[in-house]
C-alpha cells in the first residue's frame, strides 16, 4: 500500500535530448510528489514537487507530469546535459495522519548524459 | 539561511558497538526526519522528531532511537550495530506550522561502515 514504483532502473541519452522516468503509486492518501537529485556521495537535493490538484508542473528545464486516476507521474528532464547525470528519486507523502512526514522514495534511476 | 549539516562525514564500527550520529537542521525548520540509504536504494524512514518528541517511526527495531533539542537539532542512536547497518544516513528538515509544508531538505548524510 505504501510502495512507489520507479522505472526504468537506468536510462542513457544523449545531450540535448529529453529524460523521461515514471513512477507508480498505489496509497491514494499520497499528496505530495516530490522529485530528488542525488549525486555520488551526496545527500537528495529536492528538484521539483506537485500536489494532484494539477495535471504538470515546469521549472525550468524540469516538468512533472501527473496523472491522478493511473496514480501516476513523471519527471521530464528537457534539453538533458550531462550535469544532469546523477541518480533521480521519485516520492510520495501524506498531509497528516501517523505517516505525516514519512517520504515514501522509489528504488531510483540512475540517468547517464552522454555529451 | 544555512543548509541541513550533519556529523560525522564517516564512521567505522564493529559489529555491537553504538554509534551517534548528529543533525543541524536548516535555519526556520522545527521538524528533523532520518533516513538510511543503503548502498543503490532508495531512502528508508526511520522516524520523525518534532517539538522533541518522536512523531512517527518506519520499520527500524527499537535499537534506533533518536533525540531532538530544543533548537531543533537532532541525534540518531544505533545500539547493537550490525553489518546490515551499514549504510548513508541521512537527516532531512522540514517547517511543520498551521499550513503543513511538505518539503524535507536532505544533509549530505553520514556513511557508516560495520565491520
Known amino acids: 500500500q505504501q510502495q512507489v514504483k520507479q522505472s526504468p532502473q537506468s536510462l542513457i541519452v544523449q545531450k540535448g535530448g529529453i529524460s523521461i522516468i515514471n513512477c507508480a503509486y498505489e496509497?491514494?492518501?499520497?499528496?505530495?510528489f516530490p522529485w530528488y537529485q542525488q549525486f555520488p556521495g551526496k545527500g537528495p537535493a529536492l528538484l521539483i514537487a506537485?500536489?494532484?490538484?494539477?495535471s504538470e508542473k515546469k521549472e525550468g528545464r524540469f516538468t512533472i507530469s501527473f496523472n491522478k486516476s493511473a496514480k501516476q507521474f513523471s519527471l521530464h528532464i528537457m534539453d538533458s546535459q550531462p550535469g544532469d547525470s546523477a541518480t533521480y528519486f521519485c516520492?510520495?507523502?501524506?498531509?497528516?495522519?501517523?505517516?505525516?512526514?514519512?517520504?515514501?522514495f522509489g528504488q531510483g534511476t540512475i540517468l547517464t548524459v552522454h555529451p | 539561511e544555512t543548509g541541513v549539516t550533519q556529523s560525522p562525514t564517516h564512521l567505522i564500527k564493529t559489529r555491537g558497538q553504538q554509534v551517534t550520529l548528529r543533525c543541524s537542521s536548516q535555519?526556520?525548520?522545527?521538524?528533523v526526519s532520518w533516513y538510511q540509504q543503503a548502498l543503490g536504494q532508495g531512502p528508508q524512514f526511520i522516524f520523525q522528531?518534532?517539538?522533541?518528541?518522536?512523531?512517527g517511526r518506519g520499520n527500524f527495531p527499537p535499537r534506533f532511537s533518536g533525540l531532538q533539542f530544543p533548537n531543533y537539532s537532532s541525534e540518531l542512536n544505533v545500539n547493537a550495530l550490525e553489518l546490515d547497518d551499514s549504510a548513508l544516513y541521512l537527516c532531512?528538515?522540514?517547517?511543520?506550522?498551521?499550513?503543513?509544508?511538505?518539503?524535507?531538505?536532505f544533509g549530505p548524510g553520514t556513511r557508516l561502515t560495520v565491520t
Open positions: 532531512a528538515s522540514s517547517l511543520t506550522g498551521l499550513v503543513r509544508g511538505h518539503e524535507q531538505y
Open positions: 496509497n491514494t492518501a499520497f499528496d505530495y
Open positions: 506537485i500536489r494532484p490538484d494539477v
Open positions: 516520492a510520495a507523502n501524506t498531509r497528516g495522519g501517523t505517516s505525516y512526514g514519512k517520504l515514501t
Open positions: 535555519s526556520g525548520h522545527n521538524t
Open positions: 522528531y518534532y517539538r522533541e518528541e518522536e512523531n
